[in-house]
């Protein structure tokens, strides 16, 4: 019997897990979700003897029910190879009394690897399994990260393409290098004149735009998204949680059973929405502590159960943090009104009338496992110092919002339960804030001219991927208007 998959807002049709890879978002506009979140059928004991990979394995076959065993093991052997700079892929240190699960050390520094290197081989074996042979073109607009990673996951990935659109003078420069020295024969980046928003519509408009579908698929071409609210990126992200778990329980640090605390800086909801699955299929956790920068719009839900985006957006030194609508917290709002189609709909109606929505006491009532915290400018850069300071050891601007938040958290609950935070990027990605953190006198100076210094302040090697960046050659030159973007993914896709 295959699991099957169902929109948040739908009638209950019901697609596999491939179908629901490829579509990405149900045509009622919700997500898929699982009917019920599936159980680990081997215990925790025998997981803790496993590879990074073989953990992977345990939990990916039970949600991607039809693909074969080979056809998930290939998908898993593609995705976490030598792109990691390490065998353990997701390390788990010790530092300063927290156990830091690190998610940077794949193609980007950065979390969204441990999904975007395993999405394109979901994709394409989804789309052989569904008898698709067009070739796969991936568009994305871009704020910056997103973008590098997923062109680092799509790049020379057979019967892919990839088109990214970013802000020419929207992003940093460290993330515009990043993606115009991107490799790859199938990959394509464009700088357009407007803003992120100006690049985030033409892509939308292009997925809409009925005629150039038709003359794509006869030209053996079709779009899709590696937006994070796809399924192929949610699962992913739930093998991490089992694995530090079960690490801690081969490093003695736990007994079978003991419960453990996950604190996880959030954005679009979707790293700790994981977190909530892991728990599901039978990992022991105490407490999910939702950590949020200044747009603090989830430490407040998690308070009031009153969710309103209708609120000034702050740019903080954490901007992939930087979200005022948390798309993957309707899979929790869905869970918690009882799988309740109908009213999910309703709910999300009213965010995009209004804004907000209040959820009922009832639901209210079942988010007991989550806890709301926040940390501001000023707290985050504190944290970054505290940690140095106590341990040597140097955190970036993102890992430090959860990092302060835990640190509050525990002064105020006593609470002793061992706790993991979830560190999403490298200290590198983000070294001007990060070194003016530690001392003033770095105060001004910009990323690249940080990262020497950061090498020595940290004594870790500069990365594999900030190295490679400082000399590769530039690929990607393209700049276009914002009202040409189609053409010129015509003129790359030769239709
Ligand atoms: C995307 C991102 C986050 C937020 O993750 P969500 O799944 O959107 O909650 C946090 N930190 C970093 C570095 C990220 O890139």
């Given at each position: 019997m295959n699991l099957m998959y169902q929109s948040t807002?739908?009638?209950?049709?019901k697609v596999t897990a491939s179908q629901a890879i490829l579509k990405g978002?149900?045509?009622?506009g919700g997500l898929f979700v699982p009917e019920s979140i599936p159980m680990l059928d081997v215990s925790l004991n025998d997981i803790a003897k496993m590879s990074y990979k073989e953990t992977a394995y345990q939990v990916m076959k039970q949600f991607f029910t039809d693909f074969t065993d080979v056809e998930l093991k290939s998908c898993i052997d593609k995705a976490y190879d030598?792109?990691?700079?390490?065998?353990?892929i997701a390390p788990l240190v010790n530092k300063a009394g927290v156990y830091y699960l690190e998610l940077f050390h794949g193609a980007t520094i950065a979390f969204k690897d441990m999904a975007l290197s395993i999405l394109p081989h979901l994709l394409t074996t989804s789309a052989k399994k569904n008898n698709i042979s067009n070739k796969i073109i991936i568009l994305t607009a871009t704020s910056g990260d997103t973008g590098k990673a997923a062109l680092a996951g799509f790049a020379?990935?057979?019967g892919t393409g990839i088109i990214v659109f970013y802000p020419k003078n929207g992003v940093s420069r460290i993330q515009e290098r990043q993606m115009v020295t991107q490799k790859g024969s199938n990959t394509d980046v464009i700088g357009i004149t407007g803003n992120f928003d100006d690049a985030q519509s033409g892509v939308k408009a292009m997925f809409n735009n009925k005629e150039l579908a038709k003359v794509m698929n006869e030209h053996g071409f079709q779009f899709s998204s590696a937006n994070s609210i796809n399924i192929g990126r949610l699962v992913p992200q739930v093998v991490y949680y089992v694995y530090s778990y079960t690490r801690l329980l081969a490093l003695g640090e736990i007994k079978e059973g003991e419960a453990v605390n996950f604190v996880v800086p959030t954005g679009n909801f979707g790293n700790i929405l994981a977190a909530f699955y892991a728990k599901n299929m039978g990992i022991p956790v105490g407490k999910l502590i939702c950590a949020s920068n200044e747009n603090k719009v989830l430490f407040d839900f998690f308070e009031t159960g009153i969710y309103d985006k209708n609120r000034d957006f702050i740019l903080t030194s954490s901007p992939s943090m930087d979200?005022?609508?948390?798309?993957?917290?309707e899979r929790l709002i869905y869970n918690i009104a009882g799988c309740n189609s109908h009213a999910t709909s309703e709910m999300m109606k009213s965010l995009t009338v209004d804004g907000k929505y209040s959820i009922t006491d009832d639901m209210k009532a079942n988010l007991g496992d989550f806890i709301g915290g926040w940390a501001n400018e000023n707290e985050t850069a504190a944290e970054i110092k505290r940690v140095y300071k106590e341990s040597g050891y140097v955190i970036d601007t993102h890992t430090a919002v959860a990092s302060a938040v835990y640190h509050n958290y525990k002064k105020t609950t006593n609470d002793t339960t061992k706790t993991i935070v979830v560190s999403t990027a490298s200290p590198y990605k983000f070294g001007t804030s990060v070194m003016g953190s530690i001392d003033d006198?770095?105060?001004?100076?910009?990323d690249f001219d940080l990262i020497d210094e950061l090498s020595k302040v940290s004594k870790?090697?500069?990365p594999k991927a900030v190295e490679e960046i400082r000399s590769a050659d530039v690929l990607h030159s393209t700049v276009c208007e914002t009202a040409d973007m189609q053409k010129t993914v015509e003129r790359i896709l030769g239709i």
């Open positions: 807002r739908g009638d209950g049709t978002l149900a045509d009622d030598a792109k990691f700079d390490t065998e353990e020379d990935v057979e979200i005022l609508i948390s798309s993957n917290l006198k770095y105060k001004g100076m910009d870790i090697a500069v």
